[in-house]
């Protein structure tokens, strides 16, 4: 099903029709691993600009359909902390000082990221870092409407009435519903997959079947298909892309650090190494601390950020050439 089939997405550019390459990008907005792949992935989307098609599918991590309530809930949030701690160690993503509970569903979130493509890429790519920061971050993952409401507060460009509004409509609910079925027919190639530790990316048991794990990457061009699961390298997903897409070039640059915050508007340690000339914080930033490392904010993204509101500390405009 190509991108402009789907319901709920706007037609492509007239220019997006001429990519040689489709990305299928399984993911969820509240997966420590997909958080944990955004800097590789911001860097992918750069490499293969105009030449691909990426379309995300939210596969609904926590899914009520197919999870059973936790008999110990504070049990399972302290398990989970440490859990999403262990994967930060490895991604070098974020994660919260204080995790106030496991996600209760994944459908709020992945609603919300849906319902954000219809007001432009730029936009929904915000609110989807929004809904990561509300989880890996604040420690609050966005599992409710009022959830997600409080995390895209403020967020320069977003029309929060319209977000809201799109959530309920029955063509974003048809397309959410299409997602997490596609995600639950993965590809044989990852079923019962093995390879390299921490997160090899081999289907995982959903109720009755599989969905893929959390992040996998389907490139499909000219020359057939390839499935990039779980945790890798960047240069596996080039190395897929070019397999179905030859000739494909891949020739962009790294940033500048302010160039690179304007365009992200929120970058971690690992995006400034990913996607930045030297790895160094911007100067125009405003700091935030983590639990594995800061996050550096675009002042106009920092402003109305739930980090920086009296709930939580201010953070401080970091102007230091150090990490």
């Given at each position: 099903m190509?991108?402009?089939a789907?319901?709920?997405?706007?037609?492509?550019?007239?220019?997006?029709?001429?990519?040689?390459?489709?990305?299928?990008?399984?993911?969820?907005?509240?997966?420590?691993?997909?958080?944990?792949?955004?800097?590789?992935?911001r860097?992918l989307?750069?490499?293969?600009?105009?030449?691909?098609?990426?379309?995300?599918?939210?596969?609904?991590?926590?899914?009520?359909?197919?999870?059973?309530?936790?008999?110990?809930p504070?049990?399972?949030?302290?398990?989970?902390?440490r859990?999403?701690?262990?994967?930060?160690?490895?991604?070098?993503?974020p994660?919260?000082?204080?995790?106030?509970?496991?996600?209760?569903?994944?459908?709020?979130?992945?609603?919300?990221?849906?319902?954000?493509?219809?007001?432009?890429?730029?936009?929904?790519?915000?609110?989807?870092?929004?809904?990561?920061?509300?989880?890996?971050?604040?420690?609050?993952?966005?599992?409710s409407?009022?959830?997600?409401?409080?995390?895209?507060?403020?967020?320069?460009?977003?029309?929060?009435?319209?977000?809201?509004?799109?959530?309920?409509?029955?063509?974003?609910?048809?397309?959410?519903?299409?997602?997490?079925?596609?995600?639950?027919?993965?590809v044989?190639?990852?079923?019962?997959?093995?390879?390299?530790?921490?997160?090899?990316?081999?289907?995982?048991?959903?109720?009755?079947?599989?969905?893929?794990?959390l992040?996998?990457?389907?490139?499909?061009?000219?020359?057939?298909?390839?499935?990039?699961?779980?945790?890798?390298?960047?240069?596996?997903?080039?190395?897929?892309?070019?397999?179905?897409a030859p000739?494909?070039?891949?020739?962009?640059g790294?940033?500048?650090?302010d160039?690179?915050?304007?365009?992200?508007?929120?970058?971690?340690?690992?995006?400034?190494?990913?996607?930045?000339?030297d790895?160094r914080?911007?100067?125009?930033?405003v700091?935030?601390?983590?639990?594995?490392?800061?996050?550096?904010?675009?002042?106009?993204?920092a402003?109305?950020?739930p980090?920086?509101?009296?709930?939580?500390?201010?953070?401080?405009?970091?102007?230091?050439?150090?990490?």
């Open positions: 190509t991108a402009a789907r319901p709920g997405v706007p037609e492509p550019p007239a220019d997006a029709a001429a990519g040689v390459l489709e990305v299928v990008e399984y993911t969820d907005p509240l997966c420590p691993w997909a958080w944990g792949s955004e800097p590789k992935l860097r989307r750069a490499l293969l600009g105009g030449q691909a098609v990426w379309r995300p599918v939210y596969g609904m991590l926590f899914d009520e359909e197919e999870d059973d309530p936790a008999p110990d504070a049990a399972e949030t302290a398990w989970y902390a859990h999403v701690a262990g994967i930060s160690a490895h991604t070098g993503a994660h919260a000082v204080r995790l106030a509970r496991v996600a209760a569903c994944s459908r709020p979130a992945s609603l919300a990221a849906v319902a954000a493509e219809r007001q432009g890429a730029a936009v929904a790519r915000a609110v989807l870092r929004r809904l990561r920061e509300s989880a890996f971050v604040l420690g609050e993952p966005a599992d409407t009022d959830g997600v409401r409080a995390a895209v507060a403020g967020l320069p460009g977003l029309d929060e009435g319209l977000l809201l509004a799109d959530m309920t409509i029955r063509q974003v609910r048809d397309r959410l519903a299409a997602d997490r079925a596609e995600a639950r027919a993965p044989p190639e990852v079923l019962g997959l093995s390879g390299p530790a921490p997160h090899p990316g081999a289907a995982k048991e959903a109720g009755d079947g599989y969905r893929y794990a992040p996998t990457l389907l490139f499909v061009g000219p020359a057939g298909r390839r499935v990039v699961p779980g945790w890798r390298p960047l240069g596996e997903y080039l190395a897929a892309a070019r397999a179905v000739g494909l070039r891949a020739e962009a790294p940033l500048d650090p160039a690179a915050l304007e365009l992200h508007l929120s970058l971690t340690r690992a995006d400034l190494e990913q996607l930045t000339t790895g914080p911007p100067a125009r930033a700091r935030l601390e983590s639990g594995n490392g800061p996050l550096w904010l675009h002042p106009a993204y402003e109305g950020h980090a920086c509101t009296e709930r939580y500390p201010a953070p401080a405009a970091d102007r230091s050439p150090g990490h």
